[in-house]
Structure formats: structure tokens, C-alpha cells
């Protein structure tokens, strides 16, 4: 059966033009006409190009939610160390005194048993055990050294540098006069 028997059987009226009846069972002008679809390779070569698409599109994705991290744990140490700055400026006599000097090996830990006397001392050490509590807890590799040239104490709060990715840290400076 030709292939006008099933058009005309689906479709009588479209039958009835003489051009669609010849170019359907005429077999020379079945192979002459235009290619309709798409071809495999065609396919292959758009899912390429969407997989491509898809791919880069993933990767700026990480760097976004990477980056939003960063800025996300830099926030949380400027918080940190101006909370821990308001903390020594309450308490300038136990600064000046150097109660508040912390090296990179000291933990909240060392901090918790404060001495009973002097006042300005139990404070000081009050103020280091929360401070570097809330940085050990919140801040990968959380860490803090405070440094006192004359009148100017450092606070740097330092955090990360794991996974071959260098440490990052945030250095605030308190004067006091």
C-alpha cells in the first residue's frame, strides 16, 4: 500500500491535490525530499552544549556560596573583635596593665578559673574566655592575638588556612586614651 492509501484513509481531503498523490508513491521523488527532523549527531552536539552550559553555570554557583562564606566569617570576626575592643575600653586600668595580652597558643580554656583578686583581673579574664569562646566556636581555626605598643592595643582575629587555602585575619586597632 502506498502512502497516500494511509494519508487519504487519515486525511481524504489532502488527497485530492494532484501533487501530493505523485510525490508520495512516486518512489524517485520519495528520496528528493527535504530532510525532516534532526539527526542524532545534531542531538548529541546540543546536549554537549547544554552539559557545557550547565557545567559553568555549577562552578560559578560553589564560587558564589564560597564567597559568601568568606565574607560571612570576615563579618563574624569584625564582630568579635569589637566586641572584645568595648570590652577592653570598659576596662582600660587591667589594659594598661597588660592583663589583656593573648599569643596565638592560648585557648578559652586558660581563661576560665579566673583569681579572685585583683577585680580588674577576674574581669580581663572573664572578657578573654568568652571572647576567644565565641571565636573558637565560630570561626574555623578560630584564633586571636592581642598585642600592646604603648597606648595602642591590636586585636587580630584570625581564622581558616585549611584545605591549602591560605589563613585569612582581621587586625583592629583600640587606643587607649
Known sequence: MCIQGLV???FPFVCEQRSFKRSFCDSSVVNKLPQQGASLIEVLVTLVLV???????MIMQ?????QNQSAYLQTQAIAMAADL???????????????????????????????ITPVGKKL?????????????????????VITRNQQVISITVSWG????????????????I
Open 51 to 57: 552539559a557545557v552550559g550547565l557545567s559553568g553555570m
Open 124 to 144: 580581663a579574664y572573664n572578657d578573654l574566655n568568652s571572647c576567644l569562646d565565641w571565636i573558637e566556636s565560630s570561626l574555623p581555626r578560630g584564633d586571636a
Open 161 to 176: 588556612g585549611q584545605d591549602g587555602k591560605p589563613a585569612s585575619s582581621y587586625i583592629h586597632e583600640v587606643e587607649l
Open 8 to 10: 487519504s484513509l487519515v
Open 62 to 66: 560553589v564560587r558564589g556560596l564560597e
Open 85 to 115: 575592643a568595648d570590652r577592653i575600653r570598659l576596662n582600660k586600668q587591667a589594659a594598661l596593665n597588660d592583663l589583656y595580652q593573648l599569643s596565638a597558643t592560648d585557648t578559652a580554656a586558660d581563661f576560665v578559673n579566673p583569681p
